[in-house]
């Protein structure tokens, strides 16, 4: 099954973070490209944001590299040196470990999309740039905590837990 027919993979929306935040996602959706291949090295998604919507909350990770490539529409990519314009084609990359925050916004008035192509570890350490936040995946499960380690606090994630 070399060729996938998109039309046939499902987008699916939500998100793993906690309480609230989560609703700082919502106008995203996936498409997990790799998964319907049957890749397992590595990830691979499409990513559709409506207008206005955050690709995540600005994060870097500490064991995998991504990689992403504006496929239609327009998008701002927003890091540590500030914001820049990505336009189809325009690309990005992330080495694991490097402390730069990023993430991806639409601010135009039309849907918009990217792929991401990212490597599968075992284990994930990552961290969000402007929150006091961590996210720890291992099995499958997120735990998201603050940055030292200690529980999340209600006023971060709201009552909706």
Same mark, same amino acid.
Do not use: W
């Given at each position: 099954?070399?060729?996938?027919?998109?039309?046939?993979?499902? &987008?699916? *929306?939500? #998100?793993? !973070?906690?309480?609230? +935040?989560?609703?700082?996602?919502? %106008?995203?959706? $996936?498409?997990?490209?790799?998964? &319907?291949? *049957?890749? #397992?090295? !590595?990830?691979?998604? +499409?990513?559709?944001?409506?207008? %206005?919507?955050? $690709?995540?909350?600005?994060?870097?990770?500490?064991?995998?590299?991504?990689?992403?490539?504006?496929?239609?529409?327009?998008?701002?990519l927003?890091?540590?040196?500030?914001?820049?314009?990505?336009?189809?084609?325009?690309?990005?990359?992330?080495?694991?470990?490097?402390?730069?925050?990023?993430h991806?916004?639409n601010?135009?008035?039309?849907?918009?999309?990217?792929?991401?192509i990212?490597?599968?570890?075992?284990t994930?350490?990552?961290?969000?740039?402007?929150?006091?936040?961590?996210?720890?995946?291992?099995?499958?499960?997120?735990?998201?905590?603050?940055?030292?380690?200690?529980?999340?606090?209600?006023?971060?994630?709201?009552?909706?837990?």
């Open positions: 099954m070399p060729k996938l027919d998109l039309s046939q993979i499902p &987008a699916k *929306g939500g #998100s793993t !973070y906690p309480g609230k +935040l989560a609703r700082s996602v919502d %106008g995203r959706t $996936s498409q997990r490209l790799g998964d &319907a291949a *049957g890749i #397992s090295q !590595y990830g691979v998604n +499409l990513v559709h944001l409506e207008p %206005g919507a955050l $690709s995540s909350l600005r994060h870097y990770h500490m064991e995998q590299d991504e990689f992403v490539m504006v496929t239609a529409g327009t998008l701002v927003v890091d540590d040196a500030g914001e820049h314009d990505m336009n189809p084609g325009d690309c990005a990359a992330f080495p694991k470990g490097d402390a730069n925050g990023h991806l916004i601010k135009s008035d039309a849907l918009a999309s990217f792929l991401v990212g490597t599968r570890t075992e994930e350490t990552g961290f969000y740039s402007d929150l006091d936040m961590m996210v720890k995946v291992a099995d499958g499960a997120f735990t998201f905590t603050r940055k030292d380690g200690s529980p999340l606090t209600a006023e971060q994630i709201g009552d909706d837990t």
